[in-house]
Every structure is written in C-alpha cells, then in structure tokens.
C-alpha cells in the first residue's frame, strides 16, 4: 500500500538528481535552414507501473527534465491523466509551454492526451477532438470491439517562423480490439483529409500510440496513403534521414526487455532530418516509462506573408461536418511514416 511505497521511497530513495540524455546534433548539411526545423516528441507515459519505483511522484521530474533538455517544439503525450498532465505543465511552463489536451470519457476524465507547444513560436488557431468510435462527435463513446474508450486530440498552430498553419494530431489506438484498430486507421484518414481539404499542402503530424506492429493491417489503411515503411524495415542514409538513438525500439515493458514497434510519427508535406527512440533515463540506467520517447526533427518550407494577412481566432471544434463514406475519393493522402510500437496492455 502507501505505506509499504513510502518506507521503500525512504529506504530506496528513486534517482532524481541525474538524468541521462540522448544527443542529439543539429544536421549540418541544412545547418542554414535551422529556423525552419521542427522538431516533434512522441511519449507514451503511464501514470503508474507494478513497482514502487514506477509511482508518479518517482518519475514526473526527470520526464519533464527529457523535455527541458530536448527543448521539442512540439510534444504529444499518451495515456497521462489531468493531474498528471498539470504536474507535467507546472515543470514545463517556465520553458515556454502551454497545452491543449482532453479526456476520453464523457466527463474529461482518464487520459487526457496533451499536446504540448511552444507559445515563443505558435500560436492556436484551431483544436479538438474526435472519439474513435462509430460515433466520434460523440464523448466518451467506444467503438467496435475496443477494450477502452479512446480519442484523438488534434491542433491547428500557426508557425511564426515559417508563416504557415500545422495539424497536429496525439492519438492512442485500443490495445485490444482488432476492428478498432483497422476502423480507427479509416477514421483518422478521413478526419485529416477533411481538416486540410482546403490547405493541400498544409504540413501534418501524426503522433501517438498505435499499439501495432510496422505490418499491421490497421496501419495499411494509412499505408493506401503512401506511408513510407522502408524507414522502419531498413532505416539508412540512403533515404537522408539520420537515425537517433540505439536502436528503433519505442516499446521496453519498463525493464528493457521487451523490444517492440508500436509507436509512430506520421508526416506530411515536410522533409524528416532526423528520427529514432531516445535512449534518456535515470542517471542508474532505469526507465522513466515502459516505452521510450520518440523523437524527429522535420524540415519546413518558409512562406512569405501575403499583405493585410490576418491569423484567425483560436477555437475548440469536433469537425462534425466529416464525410463517413469510406469510398470517398478525397480521402488520398500522403503521410510518410516515422516509427512504431506495441505492448499488451493499456
């Protein structure tokens, strides 16, 4: 119980003063367009594990630490609740961030799956969410043969420097039901080709647990959408992207012994720099989470201002206006994909 967790947090105090940090190098060969890089940070952090060591309290500080030494633009979080979501916030705030997040139940409760972003560089205009279910305007509603109640979180944030609007999306796929998984690939497609019907070319980042393998069939509905899996199956120079980290693994059961793809970032109308699964964690060697944080630095085209441009008010929408028809032609789009992940559990 408490207590038991309390004596062995006396007794065994959690490593709170070091954490080990991944490097990361600026790429030199675009070292010149370094104000038009973004770079993305894709955690799945749940908000207690079966050991004492896994407790909230004994983690939050060095998550929020990888995030500070990072310094991401952009970071989406999986399976945090609210309170952990603001103990996540009052860490990151001095660092310039703010975020937008909600939960999957009816009341805003369970995971709240945050987008967190760099006010310094955007602002919002526009965010919400939709409910992977046959009824996604509908809170709190489960679809199919899901185990859990699931949602993704989406934001439209205008780039200050390079002048051009940006969808980002956080998701997590049930871990269990098959159907889910494949409707939620169909689902997702469609919702991203409404949000950017008239903005062709506006860049996009999918972020989130799938709970899938590289080959699964809910990740080939995307895969109809031109999403390059030759970065997973054989990462290398030769596609210009250079691996960060040990090895492309996001998923480690918290004891490094599970290595699994679940985990990805998507993207669209960017070049990607630099991808992989970040190897950060406690200065003794322990995880911070059973997965690891995932991490890209994309490349922006930089647009000039059009006179008398104007950035539009910040709202909350749900997109109620998607078209459901899955033959629906408008519905080709070209994400190319960055990595993934699964475990079996929640």
């Known amino acids: ?12 105090p959690p490593d709170t ?3 080990h940090h ?16 973004l770079s993305i940070v894709s955690y799945n952090i749940p908000t207690k594990g079966s ?38 916030y009052e860490r990151l705030r001095m660092d310039g961030y703010e975020y937008y997040g909600r939960g999957r139940t009816r009341n805003d ?13 955007f602002s919002v205009i526009n965010k919400g969410c939709f ?28 780039d200050r420097r390079t002048n051009q609007d940006v969808l980002v999306l956080n998701t997590h796929w049930d871990h269990k039901g098959t159907e889910a998984r494949n409707q939620s690939g169909i689902l997702t497609r469609k919702y991203i080709s409404e949000m950017t019907k008239a903005s062709p070319f506006m860049p996009i980042i999918l972020a989130g647990d799938f709970n899938l393998f590289p080959n699964a069939e809910g990740l080939k509905h995307l895969e109809m959408t031109g999403i390059h899996q030759e970065l997973i199956r054989s990462p290398s120079q030769d596609f210009g992207v250079e691996m960060i980290g040990s090895e492309p693994i996001t998923f480690t059961g918290w004891n490094r012994e599970h290595k699994m793809v679940l985990d990805y970032i998507f993207y669209k109308n960017v070049r990607c720099l630099q991808y992989g699964a ?23 085209e930089k647009k000039q201002p059009t006179e008398g441009q104007e950035i539009p008010n910040s709202s909350e929408s749900t997109m109620s206006n998607v078209s459901m028809d899955p033959n629906d032609e408008d519905l080709e789009l070209e994400l190319a994909l960055q990595m993934s992940m699964m475990k079996p559990n929640e």
């Not at 119980?1 to 065994?12: D, I, K, M, P």
């Not at 995971?111 to 560089?121: A, V």
């Not at 409910?131 to 205008?158: F, N, Q, Y």
């Open 1 to 12: 119980g408490n207590e038991v967790s309390a004596a062995l947090n006396a007794t065994f």
């Open 17 to 19: 003063s070091k954490t």
């Open 22 to 37: 991944t490097t990361i190098s600026v790429p030199s060969d675009v070292a010149q367009g370094e104000d038009r890089f």
């Open 51 to 88: 050991l004492w060591i896994h407790d909230w309290v004994n983690r939050r500080d060095q998550i929020a630490k990888i995030i500070s030494h990072h310094k991401p633009d952009i970071v989406a979080f999986q399976e945090p609740h609210k309170e952990q979501t603001q103990d996540l």
């Open 109 to 121: 409760g369970s995971e709240y799956q945050p987008i967190f972003y760099q006010t310094s560089r």
């Open 131 to 158: 409910w992977l279910s046959e009824t996604p305007e509908e809170a709190g509603s489960k679809g199919w043969d899901a185990a859990c109640k699931r949602h993704t979180v989406w934001m439209i944030l205008h």
């Open 278 to 300: 970040l190897d950060d964690a406690c200065a003794s060697g322990r995880l911070l989470s059973d997965h690891k944080p995932l991490f890209t630095r994309l490349l922006l």
